[in-house]
């Protein structure tokens, strides 16, 4: 019995071990490159999905894709979006190269607020009345805070693997106001593009801003 047993063990391990390799090969991996700062903190999406951002999205936090043809984007605010068509093959590594442009920007209010974040993990990306602006990482701490006109805004955080946290600020002129939280883990499985790692955040130094972040244009 115990021969048996040991057998069927054996066999099942000669047959599992192909088994996972194949499906490791299956997936393809997208290698992002960006040169100026600009490029490296801007925020990437795959098929619609926010992943993170440009700069973190390798070693441990690698993007996985299936097979077949994927849409990256990549937003940065002030900048015109990237987007690029990809093909991917199973077990293929490809890389795409970002590169931004200036986009237009509304006129600056004479007069504005300032929104200073709080927020774990410091990687989560930040939108404001559903545009990106940004990472937390670039409102935190001293010196940094994002500018907004004066009035009610939608604010939403949002990270892969973690529940989305919204809510309504409404500053008044010259106001400073914080927004404190920190990001509940997401039950179960998602269909996300597949970002490797063991789950563990290590967040990352704070992206240095080259230039202060315009406020969105005040409502028509």
Same mark, same amino acid.
């Given at each position: 019995?115990?021969?048996?047993?040991a057998?069927?063990?054996?066999?099942?391990?000669v047959?599992? $071990?192909?088994a996972?390799?194949?499906?490791?090969?299956?997936? #393809?991996?997208? *290698?992002?490159?960006?040169?100026s700062?600009? *490029?490296?903190?801007s925020g990437?999406w795959?098929? %619609?999905?926010?992943?993170?951002?440009l700069k973190?999205?390798?070693g441990?936090k690698?993007?996985?894709l299936l097979p077949? *043809?994927h849409v990256i984007?990549v937003?940065?605010?002030?900048?015109?979006?990237?987007?690029?068509? $990809?093909q991917?093959r199973? %077990?293929?590594?490809k890389?795409?190269? $970002?590169?931004?442009?200036? #986009?237009?920007?509304?006129?600056?209010p004479?007069?504005?607020?300032?929104v200073?974040?709080?927020?774990?993990?410091?990687?989560?990306a $930040?939108?404001l009345d559903g545009?990106f602006? %940004?990472?937390?990482?670039?409102f935190?701490?001293l010196?940094?805070?994002l500018l907004?006109?004066p #009035?009610?805004h939608?604010?939403?955080i949002a990270?892969?693997?973690y529940?989305?946290?919204e809510t309504q600020?409404?500053?008044?002129?010259?106001?400073r106001?914080?927004v404190?939280?920190?990001?509940?883990?997401?039950p179960g499985?998602s269909?996300e593009?597949?970002?490797?790692g063991?789950g563990?955040e290590?967040?990352p130094?704070p992206p240095?801003?080259?230039?202060?972040t315009?406020?969105?244009p005040?409502?028509?």
């Amino acid at each position: 019995m115990k021969i048996r047993a040991a057998l069927f063990a054996f066999i099942a391990g000669v047959l599992l $071990v192909p088994a996972i390799y194949a499906g490791n090969q299956v997936m #393809g991996e997208i *290698e992002f490159m960006g040169k100026s700062k600009v *490029e490296k903190s801007s925020g990437v999406w795959v098929d %619609g999905q926010y992943v993170g951002y440009l700069k973190e999205l390798k070693g441990s936090k690698k993007v996985l894709l299936l097979p077949g *043809e994927h849409v990256i984007t990549v937003r940065q605010n002030g900048y015109q979006d990237f987007e690029q068509h $990809v093909q991917i093959r199973p %077990g293929e590594k490809k890389a795409v190269f $970002v590169s931004m442009q200036k #986009g237009p920007t509304g006129a600056m209010p004479a007069v504005t607020a300032e929104v200073k974040l709080s927020v774990n993990p410091t990687r989560a990306a $930040v939108f404001l009345d559903g545009l990106f602006v %940004g990472h937390v990482a670039e409102f935190q701490g001293l010196g940094r805070g994002l500018l907004v006109a004066p #009035g009610p805004h939608a604010m939403k955080i949002a990270l892969p693997g973690y529940q989305t946290f919204e809510t309504q600020i409404s500053p008044s002129a010259r106001q400073r106001v914080e927004v404190k939280t920190n990001l509940l883990k997401s039950p179960g499985k998602s269909n996300e593009p597949l970002i490797t790692g063991d789950g563990n955040e290590n967040n990352p130094p704070p992206p240095p801003p080259d230039r202060a972040t315009p406020p969105p244009p005040p409502p028509q």
